[in-house]
């Protein structure tokens, strides 16, 4: 039996463009064989960096790439974060978030998280409390692992609070581009008009292809100073050769076609994702992303997820729980990704979760 992943946030390959890869590679090594090759910089490869900057309509001073936007995030924790600072994070959010905070031995205040993003008013509640948080992360477009976005009435009374009460906005922004349905939204950074109130992460994994692994930041540019010791610190240059490709992939205009591919292709499997859903599991609570790579999924308040991923991995299907993205509780929730399974195996997989979940026993 062949496994079927909803756990990886990951394209599938049929929709990674390999061939605009494979030219933009040998563009990069016949048109700037120097820069490509060599160790260059901690700011990364310079023509990319002025394309994300024109990109944004900022400065290239304001702007770092790293090795993938994990990268980026760990180095802003490490400016940022001291022990016992108060950090806000979404409830539910990335795993690796929580777990880069608890290693920099943060105090971590999760706020719920709605379909049209963070609470505010809860977090206005905890501020006028007295907390006062050094950073607030906020996944803003198809949250992982929620698949959320946050409306523009809370990116406005978000910026609003971290003006008043002096907290960086840290938007990590990965999937911005990945809307296949609905109007986009303007960035907090945009919005901020260069105030120093937000910093931005964004990658091209979701974009070009996981295994490119280019990250970057955007900030004040003496804070992106900052992020460069720490780079040169950490790698001296990072890794120019994938930097160089994308460049190329960007420019040649493939990354938009890409994005497009990319896009249909998510928009047709989160159907059918529904759809499966409805009809095998219809005591399901979820809320269709309108871009992105996954959905959050709530099952019945007793169903025990832990054995249900037991008995999913049996049937050879694999899903993350959602007590991965909690500091405490969610026993009764899971993530699905839905970017790397075509749709005829979401059919398949979902069939055989509902038969898994039966198997555990679906409380009344």
């Known amino acids: 039996m062949s496994v079927i992943s909803f756990a990886r946030g990951a394209p599938s390959l049929d929709i990674v463009d390999v061939d605009g890869l494979r030219e933009a590679a040998e563009r990069a090594f016949t048109e700037d064989p120097g820069g490509t090759t060599a160790y260059g ?71 719920e998280l709605e379909p049209d993003g963070i609470d505010v008013d809860a977090l206005e509640r905890l501020l006028e409390g007295g907390l006062r948080p050094k950073l607030a992360h906020i996944i803003p477009n198809f949250q992982n692992p929620a698949g959320y976005t ?12 971290a003006r008043e009460h002096e907290f ?19 960035t907090m950074l945009s919005m901020a008009e260069g105030d120093g109130t937000v910093v931005y992460a964004s990658s091209f994994s979701k974009t070009v292809c996981p295994g490119i692994r280019v990250g970057y930041l955007i900030g004040p540019a003496d804070r992106i100073a900052q992020v460069r010791t720490l780079a040169t610190g950490t790698y001296i240059s990072p890794n120019m050769v994938a930097q160089a490709i994308v460049n190329q992939f960007c420019r040649s205009g493939a990354l938009d076609r890409s994005i497009e ?22 005591e399901a609570r979820f809320t269709p992303p309108d871009g992105g790579y996954f959905m959050w999924v709530e099952l019945p308040e007793a169903t025990d997820v832990a054995a249900l991923f037991i008995a999913a991995a049996e049937r050879g299907v694999a899903f993350v729980k959602g007590t991965e993205f909690l500091l405490d509780g969610g026993e009764n929730t899971l993530r699905l990704a839905y970017s790397g399974v075509t749709p005829a195996q979401i ?14 026993g679906v409380p009344a």
């Open 150 to 161: 946050l409306s523009l009435a809370k990116r406005e009374r978000l910026l609003a609070l």
């Open 168 to 186: 960086t906005i840290f938007e990590d922004d990965p999937y911005v581009a990945l809307r296949f349905r609905g109007e986009t939204l303007p």
């Open 261 to 282: 591919t990319v896009k249909a292709a998510l928009g047709e499997r989160v159907q059918t994702l529904a759809t499966a859903l409805e009809r095998e599991i219809p």
């Open 347 to 360: 059919e398949d997989g979902v069939a055989r979760l509902a038969d898994a979940l039966r198997s555990v």
């Open 41 to 111: 910089t901690a700011i990364g490869y310079v023509p990319l960096r002025e394309w994300i900057a024109a990109r944004h309509d900022v400065e290239a001073e304001r702007v770092i790439v790293t090795n993938g936007s994990m990268q980026a995030d760990a180095f802003l924790f490490d400016l940022l974060v001291q022990p016992g600072d108060a950090v806000i994070v979404e409830r539910p959010t990335y795993d690796r978030t929580l777990l880069g905070l608890r290693d920099r031995g943060a105090e971590i205040h999760a706020v």
